[in-house]
Nanobody, 125 residues
Framework: QVQLVESGGGSVQAGGSLRLSCAVF????????MGWFRQAPGKEREGVAA????????DYADSVKGRFTISQDTVKYTMYLQMNSLKPEDTAMYYC??????????????????WGQGTQVTVSS
């Protein structure tokens, strides 16, 4: 079993930055992909960014390319999402996720096996 705990959310003005963290606990053998998703009120959960566990291959949603950066610290068992140039449309609950499937898709929520409780990000104009 894997537990994921997010932190780092908050309220910022448009153009600002935030860094989200996801601490990973439990038995992580076999977890090949880690990712960030977000869900705004009344909208479906959407993938934001993903990274190969212990590697450097990354994937981003088009809406965040060039503004968000996903990274990981394998020693600290922590994943990060650096968010720059934030826009009001980035406002959402952000979730950390883990998948056994190598290449789990940001477009297919069902391919992800574990989820955190979420951290709220609010961007004001």
């Amino acid at each position: 079993q894997v537990q994921l705990v997010e932190s780092g959310g908050g309220s910022v003005q448009a153009g600002g930055s935030l860094r989200l963290s996801c601490a990973v606990f439990g038995y992580t053998d076999g977890i090949n992909y880690m990712g960030w998703f977000r869900q705004a009120p009344g909208k479906e959960r959407e993938g934001v960014a993903a990274i190969v566990t212990g590697g450097e291959i990354t994937d981003y949603a088009d809406s965040v390319k060039g503004r968000f950066t996903i990274s990981q610290d394998t020693v600290k068992y922590t994943m990060y999402l650096q968010m720059n140039s934030l826009k009001p449309e980035d406002t959402a609950m952000y979730y950390c996720a883990a998948a056994y499937r190598y290449g789990a898709s940001l477009s297919r929520v069902g391919e992800w096996n574990y989820w955190g409780q979420g951290t709220q990000v609010t961007v004001s104009s």
